[in-house]
Each structure stands twice: as structure tokens, then as C-alpha cells.
């Protein structure tokens, strides 16, 4: 089955640490880039930071670079996410993604289209004292 | 960043009905934009990318249109199962951004 399982959430205090793990399964984990999108409770999705298939490029959104490292271990399938300093306003489910993407020819011009379509179910952070 | 500005954040509609929504970027995305629908208590799926381009097992009800900084989701016959949490993104450059969201809930 084709299918992305996050694990590592939890409850911690404001300035720790937590790692999530993003396990990939059912589909070759290597050929995709892969990000981390965040839910905080009753709002809506703010992606985290992206990390392409060869690792060769990694991006973050400004509310969490230089606190959060992206990586990934393609031999084990698998995708972390390294969160330190943490704050209050990381609380949220974390959500696994995959991208894909794909050419469309429009006007005789070809243009690369990216898109997310494997989501995992999510793991909670919750970072509160 | 690209800012993208969702309208309505809430709707109310009957099953069966038309349904429009709206994504607006501030500066020019071409066709770099997807949707995707969130259930109630579930993550995230993708409806739409490129614009327009549905992706594969979304029911042909679910449209998409636009480019440049305006862009639409249409549900041309509104099903229970349609209920849910929609949002645009942007792919056209990094920061990645989402929409705030539009909300469709049974009249």
C-alpha cells in the first residue's frame, strides 16, 4: 500500500526539542521530493519545509528556519524533521507529504507542474508549559 | 511571498447546487496552483493542479480554471460526501503558500 506514516509527536515544553519521523512505504521513496506541512488546531495549512529527492536542495518557511532541519534517509525510506527551540505557536499536526509532478504541453510550451498528493494522517505537536 | 486570498471563507449550500470558489494571488502564478479538499478529522487531498488539470479519481464534478492571479474551484452538483475544507496553493515559487481556506457546509 501506497502510504506515508508519521510518528514522533508529542507534548513538550516551550525552548525543547522533538524529532518526527516520517516513515514511506508502497511507492520508490528516492524519486520524490518530499516536504512537512503543519495544521495548528482549528486553522489551516502552512507548509513547513521541503527537501528535494537527492537532498541537493532544502527550503524552509521563514517562522522556522534556523530552528527546524529537514532530512532524509533514502536507503530506509524515510523523512525527519529535526525541531529545536521550540514555541508555542509550533503546536500543530504535522503532516508528511509527498510531491509529484508533471509536464503540461499549453501553447506549445511545456511547463513542469508540482503538486502534493500523498498526505500522511499527521502527528500533534504540542508545545505548552 | 505570494499571498493567496480565498473567497468565501465560509459557504452555505444544498446538495445538488453549483458551488464557486475563489483563489486570488498578489502577484502573477500562471497556472502553478492546486486544490485540495480536507474532511473533517482527515489530511488534505489533492483535487486539482495546474490550474485545472484533475487529478486522477476526482469525480468529474470538481473544475478548475484560471491563470495569472485569479482562479476558480467550481463543483458543478454538490454531493454530501462534498462537505469539507478547500484550499488553493501555490507552487510558482518558494515560500509554498495555501489560501486560507473556504469552508462548504449543508444549508
Known amino acids: 500500500e501506497v502510504q506515508l506514516v508519521e510518528s514522533g509527536g508529542g507534548l513538550v515544553r516551550p525552548g525543547e526539542s522533538l524529532r518526527l519521523s516520517c516513515a514511506a512505504s508502497?511507492?520508490?521513496?528516492?524519486?520524490?521530493?518530499m516536504n512537512w506541512v503543519r495544521q495548528s488546531p482549528g486553522k489551516g495549512l502552512e507548509w513547513v519545509a521541503s527537501?528535494?529527492?537527492?537532498?541537493?536542495?532544502?527550503y524552509y518557511a521563514d517562522s522556522v528556519r534556523g530552528r527546524f532541519t529537514i532530512s532524509r534517509a533514502n536507503a530506509e525510506s524515510s523523512l525527519d524533521l529535526q525541531m529545536s527551540s521550540l514555541r508555542v505557536e509550533d503546536t500543530a499536526v504535522y503532516y508528511c507529504?509527498?510531491?509529484?509532478?508533471?509536464?503540461?504541453?499549453?501553447?506549445?510550451?511545456?511547463?513542469?507542474?508540482?503538486?502534493?498528493?500523498?498526505w500522511g494522517r499527521g502527528t500533534l505537536v504540542t508545545v505548552s508549559s | 511571498d505570494i499571498q493567496l486570498t480565498q473567497s468565501p471563507s465560509f459557504l452555505s449550500a444544498s446538495v445538488g447546487d453549483r458551488v464557486t470558489i475563489t483563489c486570488r494571488a498578489s502577484?502573477?502564478?500562471?497556472?502553478?496552483l492546486a486544490w485540495y479538499q480536507q474532511r473533517p478529522g482527515k489530511a488534505p487531498q489533492l483535487l486539482i493542479f495546474?490550474?485545472?488539470t484533475l487529478q486522477g479519481g476526482v469525480p468529474s464534478r470538481f473544475s478548475g480554471s484560471g491563470s495569472g492571479t485569479e482562479f476558480t474551484l467550481t463543483i458543478s452538483s454538490l454531493q454530501p460526501e462534498d462537505f469539507a475544507v478547500y484550499y488553493c496553493?501555490?507552487?510558482?515559487?518558494?515560500?509554498?503558500?495555501f489560501g486560507g481556506g473556504t469552508k462548504v457546509e449543508i444549508k
Open positions: 507529504v509527498r510531491r509529484d509532478s508533471k509536464v503540461i504541453m499549453s501553447s506549445d510550451k511545456a511547463s513542469h507542474h508540482w503538486y502534493f498528493d500523498l
Open positions: 508502497g511507492f520508490t521513496f528516492s524519486s520524490y521530493a
Open positions: 527537501i528535494t529527492a537527492t537532498s541537493s536542495h532544502i
Open positions: 502577484q502573477g502564478i500562471s497556472t502553478y
Open positions: 495546474a490550474a485545472s
Open positions: 496553493q501555490q507552487v510558482d515559487s518558494y515560500p509554498l503558500t
